[in-house]
Nanobody, 125 residues
Framework: QAQLAESGGAVVQVGGSLRLSCVASGLNFNSAGMAWFRQAPGKEREFVAALTWNGVTAEYGDSVAGRFTITRFNPKNAVYLQMNNLPLEDTAVYYC??????????????????WGQGTQVTVSS
């Protein structure tokens, strides 16, 4: 059973930083593309960041580009999201997602079909 477990969500001040973690099990992590999505109350799910199976190519949503960094550490089946300079608009539930067996040199945003339960990030003033 493929599973993803997020952690690291918290309440942070505007302008602060936070790092989210996601640990995968039940899938071949080394061949999986990994991504982060988020959903704020009353809004649609939004793409945040993704990384190809080999960690070579990263892609970011327009609203977070330049502030967020996605990385992976395959020996721990882990993917991370470093979030800096957080505005109120970053408040959302953040979800980790996987695209299994994705031997692609590029990212297909619609192919992520394994999801974690989410972790709440709240940016306060």
């Amino acid at each position: 059973q493929a599973q993803l477990a997020e952690s690291g969500g918290a309440v942070v001040q505007v302008g602060g930083s936070l790092r989210l973690s996601c640990v995968a099990s039940g899938l071949n992590f080394n061949s999986a593309g990994m991504a982060w999505f988020r959903q704020a109350p009353g809004k649609e799910r939004e793409f945040v960041a993704a990384l190809t199976w080999n960690g070579v190519t990263a892609e970011y949503g327009d609203s977070v580009a330049g502030r967020f960094t996605i990385t992976r550490f395959n020996p721990k089946n882990a993917v991370y999201l470093q979030m800096n300079n957080l505005p109120l608009e970053d408040t959302a539930v953040y979800y980790c997602a996987a695209d299994p067996d994705a031997f692609r040199p590029f990212i297909r945003r619609t192919e992520f079909n394994v999801w974690g339960q989410g972790t709440q990030v709240t940016v306060s003033s």
